[in-house]
C-alpha cells in the first residue's frame, strides 16, 4: 500500500493526489483532529460498497461524511434548520457531527437507510485542507474494522487494511482521545447521539 508522509512542502502536492484517486473511486485514508479516517467520494456507490465490506460494517450503520464549506450541505441535505446553524456557526470547524435531513437523491448506504446525513467540517488537520480543496463531500469512516479500535497512527492503518485502499497520508500519531460529537438537528429538539470531544455541556439543547 503506498504511504505518502506529510509535511510542510508536499501538502499541496499530497493534497492533489488524493483527489485524483477520489475522482477515480479509490479509497484513501488520511488523518482528522480525531483520528484517522477512510475517504471515498460521495456519490460513487461502488466505492461506497467496497468501503463498507472493505470495514465488515453494517450497511444500516450509513458512512459519515465530511465537506470544506457550508455550501457544500445543499448536496447532501434537504434542509438546514435554525439549531443546526446555531451549532455550524458555533463548532466548525471541529469534533462536532450533525444529523441532518438527508436529500432523496443520497445513496442509502451513507444514510444507512435512516433519511439522515452524518456530516462535519473537520478541525485543524490534514482533512481539513483536503476538505477545502474538494468541490464534493468525502466519507470520514474511522479507519478501522468493525468493532476494533480506530487507527491513530499509519502503521494501524496498515494493518488493518494492507494493500485493500489506495493511499494512506501519514500525518503521524493523532491527538484525538475521543471520537466526534454526533448531534441529531433533524427535529426541533437537540438531541444528543454520541458524546465525544465536544462535551454535552457544551451543547445548548
Known sequence: ????????????????????????????????????????????????????KLKKRPSEKGIPLIIGNKEQLRLIAEYVNKNAEKLIEEFWPGPLTLLLPAKKTLSSLITGGTNKVAVRIPGESFALHLAKALDFPITSTSANLSNLPPAKDADTVFKYFRDEIDMIFDCGTSTGSLPSTIVDVTNKKIKVIREGLIGKNQIAY
Open 1 to 52: 500500500m503506498p504511504v505518502i508522509k506529510i509535511n510542510k512542502r508536499n501538502i499541496k502536492e499530497s493534497i492533489d493526489i488524493a483527489i485524483e484517486i477520489l475522482k477515480k473511486g479509490g479509497i484513501i485514508a488520511y488523518a482528522t483532529e480525531t483520528f484517522y479516517g477512510l475517504g471515498v467520494k460521495y456519490d460513487v456507490e461502488n466505492s461506497l460498497k467496497k468501503l463498507i
